[in-house]
């Protein structure tokens, strides 16, 4: 009777091992999958501002962070180039606070500049921290990519006009959002890219009806059920995390949870990804 018992004990203490064993490897596999294998995240918006039928797709990508994928880079590009997108937007973090050598990041760029006319830039906490950021900046420019430094520009297609707005990063006070509205006609569907979703925390008021962020890596290791732990700024559960938030009005915020990793190299339950948004036109010339 005690050597069944103690068999049966040993079986579920085996067992147990077996499972924890199989658990430990296969969080270990989703991480390196996370990290290093990238998707491409759909979302659309729909608006009255853009005539009916009228579709302008958006490709986002941000917080690169110096990210070399081994496997992926090829691919990474392939996608952008398929995408078809009409604008590329680049929401900052593309280099992190200590990074001395570019190289990665510019052969990047020149392949996204090549691929598409319209490339815009807006920098992110670890730009305006690093002490080269006014040579990558330079660099940046070079390689045709217009910066958007608490400034816009417009954007035509079949004779819509979508106002582009960027900031510099908010979360470390350099954006100046009066600067960077100026000019904006309220009729027209105006996007904002501001690599921290922070400036909806900041501002009641902000004339814009998307803001595209980055920043917060989808806070970058998840957890089932609960979601993002830590924020970028070591802050429990944040609130604008990654995915759609209805802001009211009309006006969304989208945040994007990026490519790269800051502070510990791995993803988990949070696959790295670029996202192709489209705004659909939903009124204007309506019959």
Known sequence: MQ??????????????????????????????????????????????KVPVKTKVSILQITDLHNKVYPDQY?????????????????????????????TNVYVFMEKIKRAHPHVFFVTGNHELANENVGRFLCGVRDRGITILDNQNITF?????????????????????????????????????????????????????????????????????????????????FPRWEKGIFDLGQGQFLYV????????????FLNQSQISLIEIVGDGLGES
């Open 156 to 236: 035509t297609k079949d004779n819509t006009v979508i106002n582009v707005v960027g900031v510099d990063n908010a979360s470390t006070d350099h954006e100046n959002l009066s600067q960077a509205f100026a000019g904006i006609k309220d009729n027209q569907y105006t996007i904002l890219l501001s690599h921290s979703p922070s400036t909806v925390d900041k501002y009641n008021v902000i004339p814009a009806d998307l803001i595209l962020s980055g920043h917060t890596h989808g806070g970058q290791i998840r957890l089932p059920i609960i979601g993002a732990v830590v924020g970028p700024e070591r802050s429990l």
């Open 3 to 48: 050597r069944r018992k103690r068999k049966s004990v040993n079986s579920i203490k085996r067992f147990l091992w077996i499972f924890h064993l199989l658990l430990f490897f296969g969080a270990l596999g989703k991480a390196y999958f996370d990290t290093n294998v990238f998707k491409v995240n759909r979302v659309q918006f729909r608006t009255k």
């Open 256 to 267: 994007d949870s990026g490519l790269g990793t800051s502070g510990y190299p791995v993803r």
């Open 74 to 102: 090829e691919k990474l590009i392939t996608t952008v180039k398929n995408a078809n997108a009409d604008m590329i937007v680049l929401t900052g973090d593309f280099i992190s606070r200590n990074t001395d050598d570019f």
